[in-house]
């Protein structure tokens, strides 16, 4: 008797295992991964730790653009490559006064070794416990692993969302969207002082 149930449940599931209840929930993975926090948005505050007794706040750079990177993870060949060139483009960044913030849900500890050992030059943040939570806010935090997605947000002195991008994991975005995107908002803010 448990023999036939196991049959069933197989023809019901396929050989490969994968039931109608997982394609409605890789549905809904999906869409709340497309559904990342668009231009015109505010961006949501938060208060992040850098350090085990330091924390950042996005209302700490009120009055300055922000570049806010969400990635899946310390260590990683992308991560690692898309986070020290962000680290070598960061002259480029402060030319519009802009500041980066990096933010995964690895702990303080992976990321302290992580920035140390990348001689990263920007604050990198633990959306750790409860875990990933602005990474949700934002409609960056991929359920069925447990991980941030590879986005991007460029937010105004004014705290608006001005700029995302959505990358696949395993693809750097490299840094000319965020030039361009910080390019396009010091013109739009030279352009509204005038």
């Not at 448990?2 to 490969?16: A, E, I, L, P, S």
């Not at 949501?44 to 085990?52: A, E, I, M, Q």
């Amino acid at each position: 008797m448990v023999q036939r149930g196991k049959r069933r449940r197989t023809r019901k599931f396929g050989h490969n295992g994968v039931g109608r209840n997982n394609a409605q929930r890789t549905k809904k993975i999906v869409k709340n991964i497309d559904s990342v926090l668009g231009p015109g948005k505010k961006a949501p505050n938060f208060s992040l730790n850098s350090t085990p007794d330091q924390k950042v706040s996005l209302n700490d750079f009120r009055g300055q653009p922000v570049i806010l990177a969400f990635y899946p993870a310390d260590w990683s060949p992308v991560c690692t490559d898309q986070l020290s060139l962000y680290a070598m483009v960061m002259p480029e960044f402060k030319k519009f006064n802009a500041e980066l913030l990096a933010i995964s849900v690895d702990n303080i500890w992976s990321h302290l070794a992580f920035v140390k050992d990348r001689k990263l030059n920007f604050p990198v943040l633990a959306d750790f416990e409860p875990k990933g939570v602005v990474s949700r806010r934002y409609g960056a935090y991929k359920e069925k692993i447990g991980e941030s997605a590879r986005a991007l947000f460029v937010i105004d002195d004014k705290g608006i969302i001005r700029w995302t991008h959505l990358s696949p994991d395993g693809i750097n975005p490299g840094a000319d969207g965020i030039l361009s995107a910080l390019e396009n908002l010091s013109k739009t803010q030279v352009t509204q002082k005038s």
